[in-house]
């Protein structure tokens, strides 16, 4: 699995003219999922991601987690996450998850962030087209790849 977090004052999903997701004050997260990947990696992924210090804390340092800020997430499945640029200008997303595989750990890391968070998680739709709407806070960015555990 790979994730792009981005730390958010606000974060919106339109599908389709209609929002279908929004929130203030949390983590916008993009994620790749890809054939290899198993419910070891949404485990993992969700405690890095609920308790990653990215917030501020009374001192102005990143000190805090949005477990601990109270803050929200906002959960986007991206396939193009593992696009492969290796060759030619056109993208391969062969290591993108199929849908059979994907859909059910999409599903999954949704239930394991809630738990974790000790909240809902704001999702967009899997597969949809649709637009992302973000004001990057900081900006904060952060990569995560959780075959590559840096």
């Given at each position: 699995m790979r994730v792009v977090i981005q730390r958010v004052t606000q974060a919106s999903v339109t599908i389709g003219g209609k929002i279908r997701s929004a929130i203030?004050?949390?983590l916008l997260v993009l994620l790749g999922i890809e054939e290899a990947d198993g419910q070891e990696d949404v485990a993992w992924l969700s405690a890095k991601i609920v308790n990653l210090r990215i917030f501020n804390d009374d001192a102005g340092v990143?000190?805090?987690?949005?477990?601990?800020?109270g803050g929200n997430i906002l959960l986007v499945s991206q396939f193009t996450l593992h696009a492969s640029t290796k060759k030619g200008n056109r993208p391969s997303y062969i290591k993108a998850g199929k849908?059979?595989?994907a859909i059910p750990l999409?599903?999954?890391?949704i239930a394991q962030l809630e738990k974790d968070?000790?909240?809902p998680v704001h999702t967009g739709e899997f597969g949809a087209d649709m637009q992302v709407g973000l004001l990057n806070d900081g900006p904060v960015t952060i990569i995560i790849d959780t075959k590559n555990r840096e």
């Open positions: 203030e004050n949390g990143m000190n805090r987690s949005v477990l601990e800020t849908p059979d595989t999409y599903q999954q890391m968070l000790g909240k």
